[in-house]
């Protein structure tokens, strides 16, 4: 397909996971045609991390209320469906100004549909064949997914090859500019960090509470770590600074919680700081291998080959012996796959990646 000149809209709103897996598509569109035109409609909490994106020339925010997180509340489809309402409103008035060719719809619901529609004026929407929620029907052209397809990047990047669009190991990062670097360098130096600290990114959150680990285990963790002179630094939104601080107070060392205190774009900076990465299945874990960076991942509801860390060194660390793994429950009554981690489990697998990750403080 001849994309010269081509003017292309990426429909990936959430999560961030989800967005991370996506930005390869755009970094090889981009690189192979350096004339096209990319927009994206993303949620307003994850613009931020595409607006410092040289590929992509127009981010279209949105604010659509999950109904998915357990924080949503009772009221969550109502405040949904009126915000859909009013944004795809908005998104028609835009789209009347802004016109696309190419309507690529990676999220594959029902939503990300309509959102597509509204830019429908004599453009061709793309979709994956077989998307759930009765996504195909609004698809002009719908791209098959080979059942050999496991992991999310793997599928994503059909729309590379379906487009013509080659792939190459250099659309594999995240974009970082030198204003957020410095404000991780004050944010570190502020807090004692020298340039020859070891430092390791931890997510100790998710959406799912089926995937934390026990908040004492963290604490004993990070105080095992710091006795061999490396530092943990918890990370997550302003909404995890507590349960972060619970594991503080749980510490014998003092913690490092930086979740809601730095805006995802700096989140990038800090982490192409860090040795490494170690914790859960989230949208952390994606962002720290997208950035290059060796990741120890604790994996028990999910499925590491479809979800997992993707193109870099990698230690999944699971429970031994439970036939339940990968069960992908929201809730369970015993947490068999998080409790049956250990913190030796966890250790012996930094130990095997910390040593070849070294200390990026120079140059980063």
Known sequence: MNLAGKNILVIKPSSLGDIVHTLPVVHALRRSH??????????QGFAGLLEQ?????????????STSDPRAGRLAYLRAFTSTVATLRALRRIFRQERYDLILDLHAS??????????????QRIGFAGAREGNILFQDQRIPVPEETVHAVDKNLLFCRYLGCTVADEDFYLACDEHHRAGVKRFLADRDISADDILVYAGPTARW??????A???????????????????????????????IGAMMRTPVLNTAGRLELAAAV??????????????????????AGRPVVALFGPTHPERVGPYGVAHR???????ACLACRRRQCAGMRCMEGITVDDVMAAVHELLPDAGNPSQGW
């Not at 994106?53 to 209320?65: A, L, T």
């Not at 509470?209 to 026990?214: A, I, L, R, S, Y």
């Not at 004492?216 to 972060?244: C, M, P």
């Open 53 to 65: 994106d040289r590929s992509i020339d127009r981010v279209y925010p949105i604010d659509i209320p």
């Open 34 to 43: 350096p004339d096209c035109r990319i927009g994206w409609i993303v949620q």
């Open 316 to 322: 999944i660390v699971r429970a031994r012996g439970l």
């Open 110 to 123: 029902f939503r990300s549909g309509l959102l597509g529609l509204t830019a429908g004026r004599g453009g």
């Open 216 to 246: 004492r285990r963290w604490a004993q963790l990070a105080d095992t770590l710091a006795g061999e002179g490396v530092r943990l630094v918890f990370a997550g939104s302003n909404a995890d600074r507590r349960y972060i601080s619970s």
């Open 209 to 214: 509470q089926t995937k934390f680990w026990p």
């Open 269 to 290: 900076a800090l982490i192409r700081r860090c040795a490494l990465y170690v914790g859960l299945d989230t949208g952390l874990m994606h962002m720290a291998a997208m």
